[in-house]
């Protein structure tokens, strides 16, 4: 492609079907926009779904695209990044596509390392099926199917990440046009499997479920931001920290100023420890949520070593095999 | 089949049984390549128990080997062996039903001790108690004689009893006056590095040779010598079906010019075909390990995706799993082929018995107006054509493709004619030229032939494309709910299935003339069928023998080809399941032959059927 | 069907239609509460889109409800709406093709703005360019009208503008003088926490049924009433297929004296019955929402195993999930009901479309000979006795039994004969008695007329037993990889599945009499059928409507019935899938009519093809 | 049952079919044991398994067994256990069966926590279909679908099991007959879904994978035992013992009496505590490897919530639901 390509040129020409407020629209938005800053070739690029409503993505993307069954994108993309390791290959899914149907499938992609950009649009609700709580819902959420409250202790994402032993974990807002965008070219550059997880908003089933941790107002309370490399703060005027508690093993959170606490007690986040990655996702309310790139670790990606050996004999080789083992011959 | 005692039989059935641990298997493969290195055609089976490595000596511990080998043509391992060689009680005891009156039994002495008879479940020594008056039976001290022939090399007891059925073998190779040269090649190649027992089994196998040239074994043990056949082609190896579909697979893509994706999850009697497929990449296969049957189908659609030709396989519940995405094959209609390697159902069944009774999962087996190609094998050697042309519909037709195959013929080996690669035509695929570009030649532009449309890969810089599960707009491939757009991919899938038939063969009858009673039939039964309407003609009774390889479309002709006979019978390893497509295809009354006990048809079964169902008589007696 | 336009017409079609978020499902189904309440007979189709709330005026976003209503026997909601109420002009010319000329136009004028016909891809005005010249129009203000209405409560416009469903629903009321009193207290009840909205609401509905009275209409609109239906029950409701079902749910349960566990994960348009399940512990059933469907077939079966009715449903891609786990009912023998409520296909296809494409899943879709009772639901209301009878099998016969109903049957509603549960049989299930012992009845013991096993359950502290998907020994249920047994098995399972046609009744005739033609449907096609061949026998055609509500095995007579036809014809929502039943189970020639667009049959349609077959005249006019 | 029951009473009749020297033969003792030592009674315990050579256990236990189909154990036994809960439900798998094609369950059940108690047979291998590499296998390992050694990074279960939020997690060796009747029913008094990996020796196809943890000879040096409340101490002598690194978070070993290091040095062993969970099952060798409890949280168990409401009157309650909503009354 000789010329700059910006946002909009990454935009299919399918008309958009998502509920008008959907967070998903922001997500696409900021999809178009993580393609347009890296320059990405829209004929090496391919976006693979499941199903729900997040993952009818793929068709409004100006890219290669399959939209697949429920639950199994991953395994696809696996498929697609084996055949071809030069394509660069994103994963769109949700809380139910990925974690209740498709759960086992992230966990093998995530523990076998291939080289996907795995993107879970999070609104703790299956929306397409009209509302029925998901893995992600919190106990005690209504549905159609829990009018009582459901009952389930939910998945939390990042924490399955981890222990699926995952090389890559962040998490953003979807209406964080200019974080989001860059966190999904910080998974897109990681060799190897990144999963983000994209809180997004359902506003005709779960509305405002996040509110506290997206709105403009509370989120500088109620979401910590780890850079690597920068203490973990948190606040309006970034003067709350985490700690970790050795008693517990657990992080609190601590005031700048008081108790004698100052910047030195922070911890400082380093992305590569797959304990501090628990630490922060095991952290619950009042607590606040971790976001941004919370692990990453160098590795090499599974499909580097799953290689071709190539031989330009191939039709030779091929008569050799046929001729392995003893033969009769009746000359 | 009609194997004479002595003298100069056409053909001859041996079986070897033992437990898992005594090396029956390798024995049979070992015997088997000196039968065709001699020049015989031959058919084998072997047939081990479910357990990895069952208690030894119990009765479901026991491992055997069937071979038949022969002059005639042989194209099954026999129903009734003319030879056993058993290496315990529980080996002979399990055997014994099939042995016809006057078999000849070599058993193993040394093994029918009172504690191994009663881990046989066997209260009194059959050796002794006139349970075998009606065979020759042959007692030979084999693990004593073993001993003492390795003793010279100072094994421990228990390698050196493990060379016995080197020793059994050596005797049974003098018996058919067989070449134990192969065998002392793998010796020396399998020992390599362990030179104590490379001495040790090479001198039990020459010792067991020995044996029969100098021991005075009077009437029981006498040689026979089984003529060569009169082969046709230049070349032979002997093959199971597994590794014959293995280079069918491989040759399929060399043909397409395609590379292959072969992705799988281990399954009884399928994960064989994986085995053989593992590190071919440098013949343009490689393989995937998925985490179960869904993502190994998935991963391969995901391959066909992306240019490469995708491949899974599995057994009967494997590819129940596999149903929800072959849909999406269908509704996306990439090519993709799938190989059933069936084994005994319902459910786990008995999955290291045969049968052929996954045909309706095939051919109806999902949900929506789904239709797919299904194709079948008929022999191990087959597997190979049949994989090509299994491959050839898939790339050609832009579609999902079912290969049923089965644990018999999977394990099951016969002498394979070396084909010529060079003869096959090559595989044509519906990827754009180079010239091509969306405007010229539209995304959704479908083949007139086929219907098939174009195959388009990401990374391809001239499109760009979307597809999936929903339905499509019929031109432009974008999601339509319209009525009338899905009436019309639903009659285009219909017909592109439909096409298929233009493109494959005429059936043709395998055995026989058009007349009298037609033997319909698919599948592994291939062997059995075959030899009992050979041998009902020798009777005089008018039948034919016409196989299918193509099952679904059926052969054009079909219909009016068994329109001509009186009678249709179809034998089946399953209630009934061609017979339910041959009546709802081709509304022909047919008789159903079935049975459904993990264990291929007799030919002596069929021959009793044809007897039965006899209409005609041929005019003088041929040999068909 | 053959409704007059105005005075007293016996049945009339009225069909709703505007943006999902206009309250159109609302609309229909309190005007189909009036319908019931004012005594006829009816059938109605909500017709949504795909998309959970698609953007506003927009064509794929249009969502429609019809109601057929009449004082004769109404089997479906109509082809041909006598009256559409359009909200929008993207309602407007979605629905125009399925008019007949002459039809009435309702239509919301202030909606026809110039952005809003952009928004349906209109470049004209279909008011003002005469392409509405073969219709009655009737345009009127609808939305100033409400917000008029509703000015006094001091709502925001938004909230204003949501009443305009209510004002037309009002409006349409009076047109067929019916009730408001049900949607007067539907009102009150649903927005008791909020004062203004429950007066703005009841003043739009008011608004609307005045300006009936006193506008000066003309022409357009007339009061047209139709007569009471002649009903014969005591007591009617209105129910859903999906309604209906959770129903008959319930009460198999309750005739069987057994809890039920109804294990699920949610998929289009499956999840209704879910939903209506949800919150009945108190009537004996529990709910499980699972993480997937082989997770919700699975732990169904784990709890029939434990002694409760496990009961799973799904729709066609998630049945394909459950094959493998039924195969392992099948080899258990357990009681399970599986529910497929079909849509669409194939793959995800049109999640929100109705079809029938699943019955060859149904009847062959599992690999090995795994034989499933499969029996179809035919309307709404059916789908009551249907589960009954479903779970009848299911417990007496100790297996899975398959239920097919589809979205159009889910989501349809009717006037319902309020069932007496007393009079039912109760079900029996074959639990082993408190005097029972291992030794008095063995674990396998089998009910001689049913060859079902007993029903034994963990906690039972007499017996004891383990059992699994490999093949069991007949006799003790141990495992057995035994030729002869496997064989028995085979034959077992055939028969079991034979044996349920000794309980179940003889195949009787809908509608006319043994002669000419019969037409041979299943499903969700009854109301067309029955309304076609009505028609058709006025015209004097010699036809029958059979109708099968047990496709595997089919009633014992169905064979001898149909052959005292000259032509059996059978329509269906597929590409001929009961056609390929027939052939198969009675050889039977049949004429298919197939139709894969999505959407039932027209009644219109199926005249035409009966009147194309017709072979005898009746000799006079009869009213079938 | 009246009078005391003993191990041999818990053997079913059939006669077991592993190879000769299969870990799984001592596996089956210690359950035998551990129903004897708990006088569980027969009538009212379920074997649930799935499909693999471990999976055959439940033929051979005098209990009620349902061996099902490959991956699934952990839903029928859900099922089982929702329908009734007065039952006592083991979940026996492998790690092929429970990770592979199962590992979706496996997560849900952990995450619902339902009262199961699952034992995975771990020995890195497919047993029954004949040797191929699993999800467990380390990297490299050779085997007939392998054949130039695996390339996935192996999915560690104790890790996946903390990721999916399990309550209890333990890990044993199949020959230890001292203590693994014990964990066995520490899992099954465990209210909630118990995980116990037991480390199992496939004699045929994997030999000896775990001989340093479980040979006599190596154990001390190559195995930490987990008791809550006492110092993570091992070697022959117990003279190492375990530390927190706080500036790498990982766990380090330390000699005691070596660099002034004493008893108060070393971490004690919480097992509530999820993180120490995480930290314990995170290390690799040369670091020993966990074993015993290594985490166990009370929780109320998901079916106890799942609750029947019973009443006396059901089929007055279906004539009411019946008549639900208005009624056209003709009369
Ligand atoms: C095999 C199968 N099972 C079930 C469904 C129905 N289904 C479609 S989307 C969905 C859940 C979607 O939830 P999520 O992934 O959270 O997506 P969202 O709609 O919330 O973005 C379900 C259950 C299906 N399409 N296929
Ligand atoms: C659906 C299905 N897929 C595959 C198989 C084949 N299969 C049986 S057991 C097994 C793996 C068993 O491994 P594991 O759980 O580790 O058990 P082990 O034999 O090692 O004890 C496989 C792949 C099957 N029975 N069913
Ligand atoms: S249902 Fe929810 S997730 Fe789906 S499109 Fe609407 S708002 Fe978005
Ligand atoms: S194959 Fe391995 S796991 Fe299976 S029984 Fe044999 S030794 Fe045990
Ligand atoms: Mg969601
Ligand atoms: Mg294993």
Redesign the interface.
């Known amino acids: 492609m000789a010329e700059a390509i910006v946002r909009k040129d990454y935009a299919?020409d399918?008309e958009v079907r998502w509920c008008p407020g959907c967070g998903d629209y922001s997500i696409l938005k900021a999809v178009h926009r993580a393609l347009a800053d890296a320059g990405a070739d829209?004929?090496?690029?391919?976006?693979?779904s499941g199903?729900g409503c997040s993952s009818r993505l793929?068709?409004y993307v100006?890219?290669?695209?399959?939209?697949?069954?429920h639950g199994?994108a991953p395994?696809?993309?696996?498929?697609?990044?084996?055949?071809?390791p030069?394509?660069d290959v994103w994963v769109i899914t949700g809380d139910g596509d990925g974690l209740s149907i498709g759960g086992?499938?992230l966990?093998?992609a995530l523990r076998r390392n291939i080289d996907l950009n795995i993107l879970l649009f999070n609104n703790e609700i299956y929306g397409l099926t009209k509302g029925q709580y998901s893995p992600t819902s919190r106990e005690g959420t209504r549905s159609p199917t829990s009018p009582g409250g459901s009952l389930d202790q939910p998945v939390v994402p990042g924490l399955f990440a981890v222990g699926a032993g995952a090389t890559f974990i962040a998490r953003a807002v979807d209406i964080d046009q200019k974080g989001l965008p860059g966190i999904l070219n910080a998974g897109r550059d990681h060799k190897g499997t990144a999963f983000i997880e994209i809180l997004q908003n359902c506003i005709v089933y779960n509305e405002d479920v996040w509110q506290s941790v997206s709105s403009k107002k509370t989120a500088a309370d109620h979401q910590v931001l780890c850079v690597h490399g920068e203490p973990l703060l948190f606040g309006k005027e970034r003067t709350q920290g985490l700690r970790l508690n050795l008693a517990t093993l657990k992080l609190e959170a601590v005031t700048l100023g008081e108790n004698g606490i100052d910047i030195s007690d922070i911890l400082v986040h380093d992305e590569t420890s797959t304990t501090l990655a628990h630490l922060l996702l095991s952290m619950h309310s009042p607590l606040p949520t971790p976001m941004g790139i919370i692990h990453r670790r160098p590795t090499a990606s599974f499909e580097q070593a799953?290689?071709?050996?190539?031989?330009g004999q191939?039709?030779q080789?091929?008569?050799q095999?046929?001729?392995?083992?003893?033969?009769?011959?009746?000359? | 089949m009609t194997s004479q005692t002595s003298g100069s039989p056409t053909s001859q059935i041996v079986r070897f049984a033992g437990d898992s641990g005594d090396g029956i298997q390798l024995q049979g493969a070992q015997f088997t390549?000196a039968s065709?290195?001699s020049?015989h055609d031959l058919a084998t089976f072997p047939d081990f128990?479910?357990?990895?490595?069952?208690?030894?000596g119990?009765r479901?511990g026991v491992s055997a080997f069937q071979i038949q080998f022969g002059s005639n043509r042989v194209t099954t391992p026999g129903d009734a062996p003319d030879v056993l060689v058993a290496f315990n009680p529980a080996a002979l005891v399990v055997n014994l039903p099939r042995l016809p009156k006057g078999a000849l039994i070599i058993a193993d002495a040394s093994a029918f001790t009172e504690q191994r008879l009663r881990r046989a479940d066997l209260d009194a020594n059959p050796m002794e108690d006139g349970s075998l008056a009606d065979y020759r039976v042959c007692a030979i001290d084999i693990a004593q004689l073993t001993l003492e022939a390795v003793k010279p090399f100072g094994l421990g007891t228990k390698d050196s009893q493990r060379c016995k059925n080197f020793w059994a073998l050596g005797l049974v190779l003098w018996m058919f006056d067989q070449p134990r040269e192969?065998t002392v090649a793998w010796i020396r190649a399998r020992f390599r590095a362990n030179q104590a027992l490379l001495d040790a089994n090479l001198a039990a196998l020459n010792a067991g040779h020995a044996y029969g040239e100098t021991a005075e074994l009077g009437r029981e043990l006498t040689q026979r010598h089984v003529p060569e056949a009169p082969?046709k082609?230049?070349?032979?190896?002997?093959i199971t079906g597994a590794e014959a579909l293995a280079?069918g697979i491989?040759?399929a893509g060399?043909l397409a010019d395609t590379?292959v994706?072969f992705?799988s999850?281990?399954?009884?009697p399928a994960?064989s075909l994986?085995?053989h497929l593992?590190?071919?990449?440098?013949?343009?296969v490689?393989?995937?390990?998925?985490?179960?049957?869904?993502?190994a189908v998935?991963?391969?659609?995901?391959?066909?995706?992306?240019?490469?030709f995708?491949i899974t396989s599995s057994?009967?519940?494997?590819?129940?799993?596999k149903?929800?995405?072959l849909?999406?094959a269908?509704?996306?209609e990439l090519p993709l082929l799938v190989v059933n390697s069936?084994r005994?159902?319902?459910?786990?069944?008995?999955p290291?018995?045969t049968?052929q009774?996954?045909l309706?999962?095939a051919?109806?087996?999902?949900?929506?107006?789904?239709p797919i190609p299904v194709i079948a094998a008929r022999s191990p050697g087959d597997c190979f054509e049949v994989a090509i042309e299994a491959s050839r519909i898939a790339l050609r037709h832009m579609t999902p493709v079912i290969l049923l195959t089965d644990g018999y013929i999977a394990n099951a080996s016969e002498?394979w004619p070396?084909?010529d690669?060079?003869a096959f035509a090559p595989i044509p695929t519906n990827r754009p030229g180079p010239a091509d570009t969306p405007e010229s030649r539209p995304v959704y532009a479908r083949d007139p032939a086929t219907e098939a449309r174009l195959w388009l890969?990401?990374?391809?810089?001239a499109?760009?494309?979307?597809?999936?599960?929903?339905?499509k707009d019929f031109y432009t491939g974008?999601?339509s709910?319209e009525?009338?757009n899905?009436?019309r991919m639903?009659?285009m899938?219909?017909r592109k299935l439909a096409r298929v038939a233009d493109f494959i063969p005429d059936q043709t009858v395998e055995l026989g003339d058009e007349m009298g009673l037609a033997v319909v039939a698919w599948g592994s039964t291939y062997g059995a069928v075959y030899q009992a309407v050979r041998l009902a003609r020798e009777e005089g009774i008018a039948v034919a023998h016409i196989h299918l390889r193509h099952i679904n479309p059926l052969p054009s002709n079909l219909g009016e080809l068994l329109g001509r006979y009186d009678t249709v019978l179809v034998p089946e390893l399953?209630?009934g399941?061609l017979a339910?497509v041959l009546?709802?295809r081709l509304?022909i009354?047919c008789v159903q032959i079935n049975?459904?006990?993990?264990?291929p048809f007799a030919v002596s079964t069929l021959l009793n059927h044809l007897r039965a169902h006899a209409t005609v008589r041929l005019q003088e007696v041929r040999h068909g």
């Open positions: 299919s399918q829209p004929h090496n690029t391919v976006f693979v199903i793929p068709y100006n890219t290669y695209g399959f939209h697949t069954i199994r395994t696809i993309a696996t498929g697609v990044k084996l055949a071809n030069a394509l086992n499938h966990l093998h799953f290689r071709e050996k190539k031989t191939r039709r080789r091929v008569k095999l046929l001729r392995r083992g003893d033969l009769l011959d009746r000359r | 390549h065709a290195l020049g128990p479910a357990e990895i490595r069952a208690p030894a119990t479901f192969p082969l082609a230049i070349e032979y190896r002997t280079l491989v040759a060399e590379e994706m992705c999850y281990p399954i009884t994960s994986l085995h593992v590190g071919l990449e440098d013949a343009g490689t393989t995937y390990q998925a985490e179960d049957e869904i993502a998935c991963s391969a659609i995901g391959a066909s995706y992306a240019g490469k995708g057994s009967g519940p494997g590819i129940a799993l149903t929800e995405a849909g999406l269908v509704a996306t069936q005994a159902g319902p459910s786990t069944g008995m290291t018995k049968e009774s996954d309706y999962q051919v109806y087996g999902r949900n929506a107006d789904s002498l070396l084909p690669i060079d890969a990401p990374g391809d810089s499109y760009l494309y979307r597809v999936g599960g929903i339905e974008d999601i709910y009525a009338a899905h009436q639903t009659d899938r219909a399953n209630t399941q339910t009546r709802d509304l009354n049975q459904v006990s993990g264990q």
